[in-house]
């Protein structure tokens, strides 16, 4: 069995680590495109970077397991919403953003899927999440269209729970890295909404492009070790 996210274990093969390694030279591909203005280059190294995630999950496995699947399905749902968001049109802007909703959600079944989660980390982590969410559409709501109010706060809902049940499964399972990779996700939205609504700029996507990609491929390499299927 393949350790959690050893991608240099022997039966894990080359291949994983080649993932890895070719999605963070899309970042910084990506991150390169930002700074020089191409929006060809942006669309290239930005679904070159997602589809690398996608791939590290079938990779190691993904549809072999439930928890594997709902991940995969999370995967290509974030897949559609980077494709969709390299517009900043609002019908694209929504459209990605029910995408990432939707992908949120698979998250959250995958970490439901092993078993029962750790009370005590849920409730640590749901107040941590009120405090947190309440901070962040108070930030938010004043530069937000009446239009935007229902998406974004079901979207900061949905991401929130993402993260309470990551930690209710880290604490069941001792898989911490997979509330790191949730946490990194929820550092990355930030970024996102700093961007579209409140200082557009390239400095969002300095920081954010490495944390959103950081948590995806974390999450992919989550499919590996602790959760296989039962034979």
Known sequence: MT???DLGA?????LPAALVASCAVCVAGLIGADRMGSGTGRAVMKLGASSCF?????????PGSPYGQWVLAALLLGWLGDALLLSRREPAFLGGLGAFLLSHLCFAAAFLEPGPLALGAVAVATLVALAFGAVVLRWLWPHLRPSLQAPVLAYVAVILLMCITAA????????WEVLAAA?????SDLAVARDRFVMPGFVNRLWGWPTYFAAQLLLAGSV????VATP
Request: charged letters at 5%.
């Open 54 to 62: 996608v791939a590290l999950a079938l990779a190691l496995g993904a």
């Open 10 to 14: 022997p039966d894990a093969g080359l």
């Open 3 to 5: 350790p959690w996210f």
């Open 224 to 227: 590996a070790g602790a959760c």
């Open 183 to 187: 946490l990194l996700f929820a550092a």
């Open 168 to 175: 209710g499964h880290a604490g069941t399972s001792g898989r």
